[in-house]
């Protein structure tokens, strides 16, 4: 494996192997010491934090042991770290990511993703992942240690994860969401895998996730009330921010789903429309600046960027926004 991948601080490039015990040890070593960003919300109570945990448990329990190993390195008891890292509620006033599936010409499967959020949020690790009794990994980690946002598998399953401008309903037992993306690159070999476990999980929260491999794509639209399921038109398939399926939409609420709208339309356009070869396009459509697909708002931004094609096995990130941060090429997991 290439050992030239150094991304500028603070994005990191963690390579991680061993057992889940192991893996939480290490990741605990390497530190920060856990601190709760001021952007979370409140912890949930204690009954709802251990209904969630059960749920863990019974979906992955390998991250449980990963959690034990990672606040035995931290010097914290696990039982007053899971409260801290339950996440029931995103409270947050905005969302931009947006990632793209495309089947270019000649067949191959490519994924666009950007990762937009506060630039506050330093926890931005690539974490290079083989766990034993697990699927090796690529992906992003954010402040939440052990989840992930984005990431592609050995078996090459893309997963990719999106808040949605809904009103959330009030907190009920689920997977916590940064772990979602996790459970499926540590077990899911196919997209259609990922989209049984999808839509058999409990879920809490608003959330969109696109899951891809060299085959074929589904964006999973899903609301604790409800879950919906699109597939690739024409071989394009765009998630954002919003819900797209009618029966989801009224789940928007009093929340504006119009900048999450610009987005999708932009990313379809510029696919559909552009000249360049596959990487290039997907590039150029990230870097979009009309909607805006490519973030640069005061304090909030386009963190990362990722190109992968799916089918030859290829992957890049771009550790800022895709305009102007250089995408590097990432050693294939496994
Ligand atoms: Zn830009």
Not at 243 to 249: F, G, I, Q, V
Not at 283 to 304: I, K, M, N, Y
Request: proline share 11%.
């Amino acid at each position: 494996m290439s050992e030239v991948l150094r991304p500028p601080s603070p994005y990191r490039f963690l390579k991680l192997e061993g057992t889940y015990r192991e893996i939480g040890e290490q990741l605990g070593r390497l530190g920060p010491p856990f601190r709760r960003p001021f952007w979370w919300p409140p912890p949930p109570d204690p009954a709802l934090a251990a209904a969630c945990r059960q749920w863990v448990a019974r979906w992955h329990p390998g991250l449980l042991e990963e959690y034990a190993g990672y606040a035995a390195a931290q010097g914290l008891n696990l039982e007053v770290l899971w409260p801290q890292i339950c996440r029931t509620s995103l409270r947050a006033r905005r969302f931009g990511c947006s990632t793209v599936m495309w089947r270019g010409p000649g067949g191959a499967l490519w994924v666009g993703r950007n990762y937009d959020f506060l630039l506050l949020q330093r926890g931005r690790d690539l974490i290079w992942l083989r766990p034993v009794g697990g699927l090796a990994s690529v992906g992003m980690m954010g402040s939440l240690v052990g989840g992930r946002y984005d990431g592609v598998n050995e078996a090459g399953l893309f997963v990719s994860l999106h808040a949605v401008m809904a009103e959330e309903t009030p907190p009920r037992p689920g997977i916590p969401f940064h772990l979602i993306p996790r459970i499926l690159l540590d077990r899911c070999r196919s997209a259609e895998e990922a989209l049984d476990l999808l839509l058999r999980m409990p879920h809490g929260l608003p959330l969109n996730l696109l899951i891809a491999d060299p085959h074929r794509g589904y964006a999973v639209e899903i609301h604790p009330e409800g879950q919906a399921v699109r597939e690739p038109e024409e071989g394009l398939l765009v998630v954002t921010n919003h819900y797209e399926h009618p029966a989801l939409r009224r789940w928007h609420g009093a929340r504006d789903p119009r900048p999450s709208m610009l987005r999708q339309e932009a990313l379809e356009r510029r696919i559909r429309t552009g000249a360049e070869p596959p990487r290039e396009r997907l590039q150029e459509a990230l870097s979009d600046h009309s909607a805006p697909v490519c973030g640069h708002r005061p304090g909030f931004a386009t963190l990362w960027s990722a190109i992968a094609n799916l089918t030859s096995r290829t992957l890049e990130y771009a550790f800022g926004p895709p305009c102007v941060a250089a995408f590097q090429p990432v050693p294939w997991p496994g």
